[in-house]
């Protein structure tokens, strides 16, 4: 990380980029919502886009809770496969007008149930929209000439850690029918129907779902609820990613590599707060967060950094500097940038690389690197050897891209 003086923001439009972490409802076109909501007659906090900034897609939040408030609104008016399939296509055209060609969209299809839709609708519903894209885009000359990669996607499933009987109609039902189960065991039930969802979906109706995620509030709501659900998960060769060290110290970082396997780890910001160890058979909280680090770098465990929503979520990180990001790089993580959510963090995939690039100076050997690990570590849907080839594309244009600019010379700043 040597510097990043002169930073050109239009090569990083220009870069094929990889997008890891994103939420469906959380980057929903205010415009978008605005006219769904309009067509069900339904009240929002504000009627114009500006309004809606300034009451739901703040630029601060108290807390996490406080964040999640801010999805309420657009699962509620993605009810239908119409309302899914507008909001999937435009986050897909979205993506790709800034440059990313690789897009895992997630979701929890639960909260969109109801109304005569059923899981597989839901998946169907959003594939259909990110096809379109797809389509659209893969028809330009440089693309079928073969020249530059194509735009490619995936799915991945979100379960929730907790929920409540107001989250949802579906999660209201599922509380009522469960009232006498064990409360430590309702919310993996609820995973482990996603996941059978997420692997027929997959296996009997040939749609790109290709991973499971597990979200929301992690203190009081261990990984180890979900233990069977991501155990299913791995027996149908589902990707595991794990919400973790978000809001809760390193130890939830621990479980979800332990529990459940994680795959890759979104957002991870707790890594290095020995602070907010809580065990107390753990003595030394610093050895104990540096052999945390060393074990996920070591085992390529992928973090997806989301830096925008990260300071949004943790007031006590005043300054982006204080960010794990630069310690994480330093640790040889393995590491993607990712928005979370464009419209919830008001983000895009060039805003995060640039804030990255200028705060911890990286230069493009680094920037390369960040996008390469993006697109190996992702959960793509084709043959291990469709991959690999789509990969070398991905890095043969980068290389094509940067290489005027770094001049043959390695360390190169912006
Ligand atoms: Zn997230």
Request: hydrophobic content about 35%; charged content about 30%.
């Amino acid at each position: 990380m040597t510097g990043s003086a002169g930073m050109d923001r239009d090569l990083l439009l220009r870069l094929p980029k990889p997008e890891l972490h994103v939420h469906l409802d959380g980057s929903i076109r205010p415009q978008t919502l605005l006219e769904l909501a309009a067509e069900m007659g339904m009240e929002l906090p504000s009627g114009t886009v500006d309004g809606l900034y300034e009451t739901v897609y703040k630029e601060t939040y108290e807390d996490l809770k406080d964040y999640l408030r801010s999805f309420r609104y657009s699962y509620l008016v993605m009810r239908d496969p119409e309302s899914i399939e507008r909001v999937s296509y435009e986050l897909a055209v979205d993506n790709q007008r800034e440059g990313v060609r690789y897009v895992e969209v997630r979701f929890a299809p639960q909260l969109h149930l109801g109304g005569g839709m059923d899981y597989i609708d839901v998946f169907g519903a959003v594939s259909r929209g990110m096809d379109r894209a797809k389509r659209e885009f893969n028809r330009r000359p440089e693309v079928e000439g073969g020249s530059e990669p194509p735009f490619e996607y995936g799915i991945i499933a979100c379960s929730l850690r907790y929920f409540d009987e107001e989250l949802s109609d579906y999660h209201g039902s599922f509380l009522k029918l469960h009232r006498h189960t064990d409360p430590d065991t309702i919310f993996g039930l609820a995973s482990l129907e996603l996941v059978g969802a997420a692997a027929r979906a997959r296996d009997q109706y040939g749609l790109p779902v290709v991973g499971v995620d597990l979200a929301g509030a992690e203190a009081g709501y261990p990984a180890a609820h979900h233990r069977e659900a991501f155990a299913k998960a791995q027996r149908c060769f589902l990707k595991k990613t794990v919400h973790a060290g978000e809001a809760y110290g390193p130890e939830s970082i621990f479980q979800a590599i332990t529990d459940l396997n994680a795959d890759r780890i979104g957002h991870g910001t707790s890594l290095f707060n020995a602070g907010a160890v809580s065990d107390p058979t753990i003595k030394d909280r610093e050895a104990y967060v540096e052999a945390l680090a060393q074990y996920i770098a070591d085992r390529r465990i992928t973090v997806e950094v989301c830096l925008t929503s990260n300071m949004q979520i943790t007031p006590s990180m005043e300054d982006l500097k204080d960010h794990p990001f630069g310690r994480m790089m330093e640790h040889r993580i393995s590491v993607a940038l990712c928005t979370d959510n464009r419209t919830v963090s008001r983000t895009t995939v060039t805003d995060e690389l640039l804030r990255a690039v200028r705060t911890f100076r990286l230069d493009l050997e680094d920037l390369k690197n960040v996008l390469v690990y993006g697109f190996k570590r992702s959960f793509y849907p084709g043959r291990y050897s469709e991959k690999r080839s789509y990969v070398r594309k991905c890095i043969d244009h980068i290389e094509k891209l940067i290489e005027p600019v770094m001049g043959g010379g390695r360390g190169q700043r912006f």
